[in-house]
C-alpha cells in the first residue's frame, strides 16, 4: 500500500512564492512518473506539471516560466516551487504518483488528499 502525503500549501500574497511537497511511503521500488494536479472551484481538476524517472518533464502552459518541478528519487518525494502566484492559480493541488511497488514489483497509481493553495490580489 502506498500513501501520499503533501504538504506546503497556504495563503499567500499575489507574486508570491510558495513550495509544495508531496513524500510517497510504503513498499516503493521504482518511481515512474510523479506530478501534480489541481482543482479549482467549479472546475475539472487539471494537470499542472509532471516529471518522469528519466527525467522528461511537463508543465500546462499557464505555468511554465513561474513553476518548477523536481523530484527526489531517494526520498520518494516530489516538489513543486510555485512563484509569481496569481489569484487564478487557487486551487487544491493534488499529487499524483506513478510507482513500482511491492514485493511482486506491480505498478501502482495513487493520490493523495490534496493541498489548499489561496492566492489573494
Known amino acids: 500500500q502506498v500513501h501520499l502525503v503533501e504538504s506546503g500549501g497556504g495563503l499567500v500574497q499575489a507574486g508570491g512564492s510558495l513550495r509544495l511537497s508531496c513524500a510517497a511511503s510504503?513498499?516503493?521500488?521504482?518511481?515512474?512518473?510523479m506530478g501534480w494536479y489541481r482543482q479549482a472551484p467549479g472546475k475539472q481538476r487539471e494537470l499542472v506539471a509532471t516529471?518522469?524517472?528519466?527525467?522528461?518533464?511537463n508543465y500546462t502552459n499557464s505555468v511554465k516560466g513561474r513553476f518548477t518541478i523536481s523530484l527526489s528519487d531517494a526520498k520518494s518525494t516530489v516538489y513543486l516551487q510555485m512563484n509569481s502566484l496569481k489569484p487564478e492559480d487557487t486551487a487544491v493541488y493534488y499529487c499524483?504518483?506513478?510507482?513500482?511497488?511491492?514485493?511482486?514489483?506491480?505498478?501502482?497509481?495513487?493520490w493523495g488528499q490534496g493541498t489548499l493553495v489561496t492566492v489573494s490580489s
Open positions: 510504503g513498499i516503493i521500488l521504482g518511481i515512474n512518473r
Open positions: 499524483n504518483a506513478d510507482l513500482v511497488v511491492g514485493f511482486g514489483g506491480s505498478t501502482v497509481d495513487s
Open positions: 516529471i518522469a524517472s528519466g527525467g522528461n518533464i
